[in-house]
């Protein structure tokens, strides 16, 4: 994770305000440039993320498109500039959906719990894409299940349809890009626009991810080890659809409404709110 940068001197403010004094700081994650801290205090919770170097450009993103959504209860403060950025927001108190699917992983019997939480992810990104908004970087870690529902977090690159895209998108976590979105973001097509078909595809792949404990798509059968190769790399492969989907099948049921999903055209794909009505027929069975 390597040494976490200072924590951001105009956050304390905020953190105080809203936490109580005093402020005990957790170094949670400190990737690609940007740090997040868990800040607790006898009042309450925050999260703080600093962007540093090429992480102040994307924590600026990700306060303005926070800005523009106007989620209540979610940002309380930012800051900063293109060296350094920070923001504040509520912490969400609650299993990611890659936490919510453990039992399923680890052979417990947590099906019905994991179902849920499926239902209420695909509904949360439903509401989203209702609005008019994409979230462009969906992933096991991405949401949040707390008592009042999903939060989604990590919203850097979310895009509202109609409004010019971000420069700089790689289409999100590349294991887990639609593959029409890889083959435009290899060609070279600027700028690489976000879709809500691309979003339900990451939606599903996460879903396959939490169930399996495993990347979608079968790398080792095509001869492939996805560390060695750059995300450009990666994208051409998952573009030209040269890898099959993984065979891993813990949960056959569920992983029934999720493989068109992942292999149908982008076009053929359900929307988040028809993934929700898909998943309703699991608890049937
Ligand atoms: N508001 C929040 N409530 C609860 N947890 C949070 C919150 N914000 C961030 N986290 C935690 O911190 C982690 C990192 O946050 P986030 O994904 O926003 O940062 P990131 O550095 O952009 O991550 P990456 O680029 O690796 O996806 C999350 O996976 C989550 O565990
Ligand atoms: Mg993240």
């Not at 969906?138 to 850097?156: A, E, Y």
Request: charged share 20%; net charge negative; glycine share 10%.
């Amino acid at each position: 994770m390597g040494e976490f940068p200072p924590f951001p001197a105009a956050a304390v403010a905020t953190a105080e305000s809203v936490c109580g004094i005093p402020v005990e700081l957790k170094e949670i994650s400190y990737r690609r440039g940007a740090a997040v801290w868990k800040a607790t205090g006898p009042e309450g919770t925050v999260a703080v993320k600093a962007g540093d170097g090429e992480g102040a450009a994307v924590t600026q993103r990700e306060a303005a498109v926070l800005k523009a959504i106007g989620w209540p209860d979610y940002l309380l403060a930012s800051g900063g500039d293109e060296d350094v950025a920070w923001l504040v927001t509520h912490w969400f108190a609650g299993p990611s959906t890659w936490q919510a699917f453990a039992p399923v992983r680890g052979d417990a019997d947590g099906k019905e719990g994991a179902l849920a939480a499926s239902v209420d992810l695909c509904r949360a990104v439903a509401v989203l894409h209702s609005s008019g908004w994409i979230h462009s970087d969906l992933q096991p870690s991405h949401g949040i299940h707390t008592d009042h529902g999903v939060r989604l977090i990590d919203c850097s690159w979310s895009w509202r349809e109609g409004t010019e895209p971000a420069a700089g998108f790689r289409g999100g976590l590349t294991h887990l890009v639609a593959p029409e979105l890889a083959a435009s973001i290899n060609a070279g097509i600027q700028p690489a626009t976000p879709s809500t078909a691309a979003d339900v595809y990451a939606l599903a792949g996460t879903l396959w991810t939490c169930a399996t404990g495993r990347w979608p798509l079968d790398y080792a059968a095509a001869g492939i080890e996805p560390g060695r190769l750059t995300p450009a790399e990666l994208r051409a492969q998952i573009a030209d659809r040269r890898l099959p989907l993984d065979t891993a099948a813990p949960w056959p049921a569920f992983q029934d409404i999720l493989r068109p999903v992942l292999l149908d055209r982008a076009s053929d794909r359900p929307t988040a709110a028809e993934l929700v009505e898909g998943l309703a027929t699991v608890a049937k069975c």
